[in-house]
């Protein structure tokens, strides 16, 4: 009486599950096959006149192979229904033991990629840090290289300013020696006399040489009252003891 009680309870809690288990246990109960979902179904059909769709045949066929322990290699081959029964639960914890096993080894290699993928992370952080490093000489270096070429060209700079302090002095001093001692002599005819080693020299400073750059060295001279002294039109001779001071 209990156990109809139950059936009917269950069969009015899911109609569906009831009539799969039912034909299951049937099919078992027989013996002359295995419970499998193509002959379920058709026992189903048969039963109710209605089977549904397999995917929902094999859910519940699936929850009834596990709580009946059900398996069908040991049932078949006729062994004692005690033995039958050891034989499920074992086969049961040994599927449950793989299992467990085999999460184990999932957890053992999620591990080790994790620490695979920590390694190469911090492989990647330290080749940034010596990148980063190398940046940071590369832009010592370049700075020093900016500071060094200042430098030099100051020293370029200070180098032409000294030699152009020498030079024209030098060539102020060879038209002196130019000019005759009492006589005025053209612009043009003292630009022709300078020697041709002046004229090479003058190609690294400011200025095109001719008779325009050789007046302002002389003119420069009479500005300040030292060595020449200008008649007019052109013409220039030594400055003399004798020529007034401007003031």
């Known amino acids: ?11 009015m809690d899911d109609p569906r ?23 379920v179904t058709a026992r189903v059909k048969r039963n109710n006149g209605v089977a549904g769709s397999n995917q929902l045949v094999g859910k519940h066929l699936s ?14 081959a006729g062994l004692p229904g005690s033995v039958s ?11 449950e033991a793989a299992q467990a096993e085999a999460a184990k080894v999932l957890e053992s290699e999620r591990r080790r990629m994790a620490e695979a993928i ?7 952080n ?15 270096l370049r700075a020093e290289v900016a500071r060094q070429a200042a430098e030099m060209e100051e020293m370029r700079e200070h180098l032409r300013i000294v030699r152009a302090r020498e030079f024209w002095p030098r060539v102020a001093q060879e038209i ?22 002046f004229i090479k020299e003058a ?27 200008s008649e007019g039109r052109g013409r220039y001779r030594r400055r003399r003891s004798e020529d007034p001071v401007r003031a």
């Open 17 to 39: 599950r009831w009539e799969v288990f039912k034909a299951a246990d049937q099919i078992r109960a027989e013996g002359k096959e295995r419970v499998a979902l193509r002959n």
């Open 126 to 140: 330290e080749a940034l840090g010596i990148v980063d490093a190398r940046d940071a000489v590369i832009e010592g």
């Open 85 to 95: 029964t050891v034989l499920a639960k074992a086969g049961v914890a040994l599927w």
């Open 176 to 197: 002196w020696e130019i000019l005759p001692e009492r006589e005025a002599m053209h612009l043009n005819e003292i630009t022709g006399r300078i020697g041709h080693e």
């Open 203 to 229: 190609e690294d400073f400011p200025g095109e040489w001719g008779p325009d750059l050789i007046r302002g060295v002389i003119d420069q001279r009479i500005k300040y009252q030292k060595l020449f002294w």
């Open 118 to 124: 920590e390694l190469e992370r911090e492989f990647r």
């Open 63 to 76: 929850a009834w192979a596990e709580e009946r322990q059900y398996s069908p290699i040991i049932e078949l």
């Open 1 to 11: 009486m209990a156990g109809g009680v139950a059936d009917h309870l269950a069969r």
